[in-house]
Each structure stands twice: as structure tokens, then as C-alpha cells.
Nanobody
Framework: QVQLVESGGGLVQPGGSLRLSCAAS????????MGWYRQAPGEQRELVAV???????NYADSVKGRFTLSRDNAKNTVYLQMNSLKPEDTAVYYC?????????????WGKGTLVTVSS
């Protein structure tokens, strides 16, 4: 089991910045993949950025160069620094952790944090 607690969402003007945090209830060394997805109104949930095996990081094309994923292993926390925010970044952002178990990949989700980019 992995509990994920997100924080850091809010309202920001276009061009502004926010940092999201996701704290895991266990060591992130025991998690196979961890990162962020988002879901805009009327849209499907999509990958934003994720750490995969080792320190490899995948970003959605739409956020490359603007968003940065980082982590603090001692705090079991992953961060998403979001710069140059655009209105189309408005969405609920969900933290995700994937753990490989005997039955397959177990998916864990946070409750989500709302990011609104608007003037």
C-alpha cells in the first residue's frame, strides 16, 4: 500500500509558477515509478511527468522546458515545479505511484490538487 498526499495547487496568472508536492507513505526507493498526471474538465487523464526506473524522467511534450520533476528521497517526496504556466495547464493534478507486485503493477493515486491558470 502507498498513500500519497498532494499539496501546492492554487490559482496563478498566466506566466506564473507553482510547485506541487507529493509525499508518499513509504520509501520512494520501493516505488517503481512515481510522478504526476492531470485531468482537465471534459478530458482524459494524461501523463505530465514521471520518474521511471532509476532516475529516468519522462515529460509530456506540452510541458517540456517548463515543468521540472524532482525528488527528495529523505522525505519520500516528489515535486513538480511548473513555470511559464498557461491557461491550458488548468487541471486537477494527481500524484501517481506504480509498484510492481506479484499480481502485476499496482497503481496508487492521490486525491488530486487543482491548478487554475487564469488572469
Amino acid at each position: 500500500q502507498v498513500q500519497l498526499v498532494e499539496s501546492g495547487g492554487g490559482l496563478v496568472q498566466p506566466g506564473g509558477s507553482l510547485r506541487l508536492s507529493c509525499a508518499a507513505s513509504r520509501s520512494i526507493f520501493s516505488i517503481n515509478a512515481m510522478g504526476w498526471y492531470r485531468q482537465a474538465p471534459g478530458e482524459q487523464r494524461e501523463l505530465v511527468a514521471v520518474f521511471t526506473s532509476g532516475s529516468n524522467t519522462n515529460y509530456a511534450d506540452s510541458v517540456k522546458g517548463r515543468f521540472t520533476l524532482s525528488r527528495d528521497n529523505a522525505k519520500n517526496t516528489v515535486y513538480l515545479q511548473m513555470n511559464s504556466l498557461k491557461p491550458e495547464d488548468t487541471a486537477v493534478y494527481y500524484c501517481n505511484a506504480k509498484v510492481l507486485a506479484r499480481v502485476g503493477v499496482m497503481d496508487y493515486w492521490g486525491k488530486g490538487t487543482l491548478v487554475t491558470v487564469s488572469s
